[in-house]
């Protein structure tokens, strides 16, 4: 699978073209939610992610739905869990250092299993860093970012008609399995425009055991992350792990391309994986047989089928907007099977395809003449 595949409009059922609209990865990313059956958004205005929030701004109180941009982050995602409570589909957005300052609720969320769906619009960092494009909140999105033995399932778009079609697969997954779920995007992705076909998808309702939606006529519900014996807090982290099990076996997604006679496989994702294809593409020009393994779920990660796939090509070379930490799952994945190599770009930077190319070139060599990466 490509990361972009340009299409011609295609012809429907009665003849006539579909057409496709052009969208500024951020915009479509939020008129996805919306219908996607969004009940509310919470937010606060961050770069590269703003737009998205301007856009719930205007079509939210159009759809007489709920929009509030909050006083700060911590506003906002407290607010999202009130209301994720309730039943309902709830979506909140903002960059890298906003998502810290989610944590804690996070993981209240995690503990009480509710579900809501967050995006992050990844930027450079540490700290404040900078507006750029940026990969580094890996380690913050699928370690569990906030405290305690959680994870929560994270989606990689490498392009904005992936990313429409990914927010109504996490409204599914946080529904099917009451779970916070993660859209991680970058900078480049939230501000890039791209011709997408308007397909976007309806994830059908369904009535919930557990919503707090008032005690007339029945028991009352509580949603707590609170246990305070010990021995019951152990149960109810053994009901969660079971639930992770269940989510590792059942909802692992990625892409392959090219990679059936592959010498060389390059691992990446999201914005990582297009520069990657196109370095592929040239290197295969030169005779150098690569492929291309691309992670759509950062977790549950594809460690079977990478570690399968690593029986196969001489080496790897993971591409990355960060200094390395996919790499890390990758070698665990992979048990040293074969070499794993690392080229990756910080602070907003982007690595070209000709760079990748000679990472490529290198790796290949090296491979050749027996050496270790």
């Known amino acids: 699978m490509t990361a972009t595949v340009e299409r011609a409009p295609t012809e429907g059922a009665t003849g006539s073209k579909r057409s496709r609209i052009l969208m500024k990865g951020n915009e479509a990313i939020a008129e996805a939610a919306i219908q996607a059956g969004c009940d509310a958004y919470f937010g606060y205005p961050i770069t590269p992610q703003a737009e998205l929030l301007e856009w719930m701004a205007r079509r939210m109180p159009e759809l007489g739905r709920v929009f509030v941009q909050a006083e700060s982050e911590l506003g906002a995602i407290n607010m999202g869990l009130g209301a994720a409570a309730t039943g309902a ?10 998502m810290s300052l989610m944590a804690e609720a996070m993981s ?39 405290h305690g033995d959680y994870k929560v399932p994270v989606l990689a778009p490498a392009s904005i008609g992936e990313a429409v079609e990914l927010v109504a697969t996490a409204f599914e997954l946080a529904e099917r399995y009451r779970t916070p779920v993660i859209l991680l995007a970058d900078g480049i992705l939230g501000q890039a425009m791209e011709p997408i076909e308007p397909q976007f998808r309806h994830p059908p309702r369904q009535e919930f055991d557990w919503a707090l939606t008032g005690a007339d006529g029945r028991p009352p519900r509580v949603l707590r992350s609170l246990h305070l014996l010990p021995e019951r807090l152990e149960e109810h982290n053994n009901v969660l792990q079971a639930k992770f099990r269940e989510i590792a076996r059942n909802e692992v997604r990625w892409a392959g391309e090219q990679l059936e006679d592959a010498d060389l496989a390059v691992v990446a994702y999201g914005t990582a994986a297009r520069i990657a294809h196109s370095a592929m593409r040239k290197a295969r020009q030169e005779g150098i047989r690569v492929g291309l393994f691309r992670p759509i779920t950062l977790w549950p990660f594809p460690e079977p089928q990478l570690r399968e796939l690593a029986s196969r090509p001489t080496a790897m070379l993971v591409v990355e907007l960060s200094a390395g930490q996919m790499v890390e799952d990758v070698r665990l994945a992979v048990e040293g099977r074969c070499p794993v190599a690392f080229h990756g770009r910080t602070g907003g930077m982007l690595p070209t395809p000709d760079e990748v190319l000679a990472e490529l070139r290198r790796l290949d060599a090296t491979v050749r003449a027996g050496g270790a990466t």
């Open 108 to 146: 209240y969320m995690a503990g009480s299993q509710t579900p809501i769906v967050l995006v992050n619009v990844m930027r450079g960092g540490p700290g404040l860093g900078s507006i750029g494009p940026s990969q580094s909140d890996y380690f913050q999105a699928v370690k569990g970012h906030g």
């Open 89 to 98: 589909r709830v979506l909140v957005s903002s960059s890298s250092p906003g």
